[in-house]
């Protein structure tokens, strides 16, 4: 590795998960896709050992994002990557904590942003690499007993497309990009924010309840992996087909199983999910780990205003926090924009 550089600047996206949820940590399949909110790092060589971070959205009392960085330093020296001190500049236009994997965009921002510093590949196998880092300082750093698929996304996404992630050897999971015109087929794909926190890095949390209730053969939970698990299969498919009725079906289906066998939404997903089918959506789901975070709809797009006011008006009837509504599209993975060695 050359070391040319001393500062650059990187970028990493959120994601979303198109269909195949909590199926990653079982040895299964997902379909994420990269989105435009992202998280940068600006890295900077010091001339003493030490590690600055500094981030513009820090919540107050919250350290657990300087942990992730942390970590991610940690995990990349662990491979043998000589990192000098460093001062890192975090800027995000991702909710935090929102369920668009907030935290694999930082992760995934300050890695590339270190590889763009030490002059290192970002080719395929350069950001599965860092993929795997990402997800180590993740589990081993902070805590959150997470699968691969959001650091997968962040480094691999693709304009345009989702990306097929097939777990069945967890030590190297296999991708494939799927083209997604979904614009050109006249939809929208709509990110609804239920403004419900989840937090993953809680060890007695819903989420690593589930890993443990998979992992000890829970029928239910298994049912949903297996289900999920196919109807990742069948919306590849009807993606390829163009049959955007099927996919919305899929998706949609993904939500009663995750609802009703994983256990893992709450009323105000299946109140957004509900409501949007009701005012004319082809599907709907809930996205990402559950107990909060994102619903993700699949509408025709001059039906995208009618779901939003519906979906806004039954928040409002409940007196609850106001959704947040973002329209995205597949984006590209992390890069760097500024300053590569
Ligand atoms: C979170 C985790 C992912 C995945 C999803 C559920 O986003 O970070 O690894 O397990 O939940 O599909």
Redesign the pocket.
């Known amino acids: 590795m050359t070391s040319l550089s001393a500062s650059v600047v990187a970028r990493a996206p959120g994601r979303v998960?198109l269909i195949?949820?909590?199926?990653?940590?079982n040895g299964g399949r997902?379909l994420p896709f990269a989105i435009g909110l992202a998280t940068i790092a600006t890295v900077r060589r010091r001339d003493d050992d030490r590690l600055r971070v500094h981030s513009r959205e820090a919540i107050p009392g919250d350290h657990r994002w300087r942990e992730y960085v942390v970590g991610v330093v940690a995990e990349l020296r662990r491979i043998g990557w000589e990192i000098p001190g460093l001062d890192i500049d975090l800027v995000s236009t991702l909710p935090l904590g929102g369920g668009l994997?907030s935290s694999?965009a930082l992760e995934c921002a300050v890695a590339t942003a270190i590889a763009g510093l030490l002059g290192a590949p970002l080719d395929g196998a350069g950001r599965r690499l860092l993929a795997e880092a990402c997800r180590r300082a993740e589990t081993e750093h902070v805590g959150?007993p997470?699968?691969?698929?959001?650091q997968l996304a962040a480094l691999l996404g693709s304009e345009g497309h989702a990306l097929l992630i097939d777990f069945a050897d967890p030590d190297a999971p296999t991708t494939t990009a799927v083209p997604l015109p979904v614009a050109a087929a006249g939809l929208s794909l709509l990110v609804t924010d239920t403004r419900v926190r989840h937090v993953?890095a809680d060890g007695d949390g819903g989420?690593a309840q589930r890993r443990r209730e998979c992992a000890d053969g829970h029928p239910r939970r298994r049912r949903h992996v297996t289900t999920e698990n196919a109807r990742v299969l069948d919306a590849v498919d009807a993606i390829g087909a163009r049959s955007w009725q099927r996919l919305g079906g899929l998706m949609t289906a993904s939500h009663v199983s995750l609802r009703d066998d994983y256990e893992v939404s709450v009323p105000q997903l299946d109140l957004v999910v509900d409501t949007a089918l009701t005012a004319g959506a082809l599907g709907a789901r809930m996205t990402?780990?559950?107990f909060g975070g994102c619903t993700l709809t699949l509408v025709a797009a001059d039906r995208a205003d009618a779901v939003r006011e519906a979906v806004d008006a039954a928040y409002a009837e409940r007196r609850w926090d106001s959704p947040r509504h973002h329209l995205v599209t597949p984006g590209a993975g992390a890069r760097v924009l500024r300053g590569a060695g």
């Open positions: 998960n195949g949820e909590h199926t990653d940590y997902c994997s694999a959150a997470t699968g691969g698929m959001d993953l989420y990402g780990g559950g």
